[in-house]
């Protein structure tokens, strides 16, 4: 409810969600391979279990952890060692899954929340009007009257992160006459398993990009694209930097019209 009064019932979790906290710092881990450097111990409320090759890659064993800024890194563990009561040893990660490798950017202190994901979590389906506004949640026993003292009550905004697009990849430069052509490759939020396509499928309303030119942390000019390219030509780095540059600093977002700027991708070119 947008107030403290007047609320509708938005779900309903049918059995306990494995919860928990991690024991040991979680350090920066590489993205698109296996992490089998890193061990991860946690304490939960649940049981956790060892998945083959075949089923991680086939995304099982996906639990999210939360940095001290609030975001979540999406992880997945092949391993799992019961090594003392409700504690595991979680081993053979995939790092950064669903587009979340920017919360993996820093060391996430032991302490951090633990979650399971699987069905027993309960989705609660936003309209796109609803993303941002702060409303009034009431948490408890479907048994009892939301009025009772067994419901919990907290205000939270949430911020659609579901709806923002994965930062492109593969950043490339050519030069050519001064110019600059930058190329890249988008990835999707939707359907992009699968091997056959040429490409994978777009999952926007239309492709559209931003392209930041950076001098340290200012932007010296946002480019705009239609595609995976852009030219930053050389009377444009004339105007910006005084010169033709020999490197440049760039930072790509793929735009979306319900979230707006994606994850960021930058590479120094």
Do not use: C
């Not at 698109?32 to 946690?42: I, N, S, T």
């Amino acid at each position: 409810s947008p107030e403290q009064s007047g609320y509708t019932l938005r779900s309903l979790a049918q059995t306990p969600a494995v919860l928990g906290v991690t024991l040991d710092d979680l350090m920066p881990g590489p993205v698109g391979r296996r992490d089998h450097g890193a061990r991860l111990r946690v304490t939960v409320s649940g049981g956790l279990h060892a998945i083959t090759q075949a089923q991680l890659f086939a995304g099982q064993n996906a639990a999210a952890i939360r940095d001290p800024a609030g975001e979540w890194e999406v992880l997945q563990f092949e391993a799992a060692s019961l090594i003392g009561t409700g504690t595991y040893e979680l081993s053979g990660l995939l790092r950064g899954q669903l587009g979340t490798e920017a919360a993996m950017q820093a060391v996430i202190p032991a302490g951090a929340r633990f979650v399971l994901i699987a069905a027993s979590l309960a989705r609660i389906d936003l309209q796109l009007g609803e993303i941002g506004l702060p409303y009034s949640w009431r948490f408890g026993p479907s048994s009892r009257d939301i009025g009772s003292s067994y419901y919990a009550e907290r205000t939270q905004a949430f911020r659609g992160i579901g709806l923002r697009p994965y930062a492109p990849v593969h950043i490339r430069a050519g030069r050519s006459a001064g110019d600059v052509s930058l190329t890249w490759v988008r990835r999707t939020r939707i359907g992009g398993d699968t091997w056959e396509p040429p490409d994978v499928p777009l999952g926007e309303e239309s492709e559209r990009y931003e392209i930041d030119i950076l001098q340290g942390s200012s932007v010296k000019r946002t480019l705009q694209a239609t595609s995976a390219s852009a030219i930053y030509s050389a009377a444009q780095q004339v105007a910006d930097f005084g010169s033709v540059q020999t490197s440049l600093s760039v930072r790509i977002y793929q735009i979306s019209a319900a979230y707006g700027r994606g994850s960021p991708a930058t590479a120094v070119v």
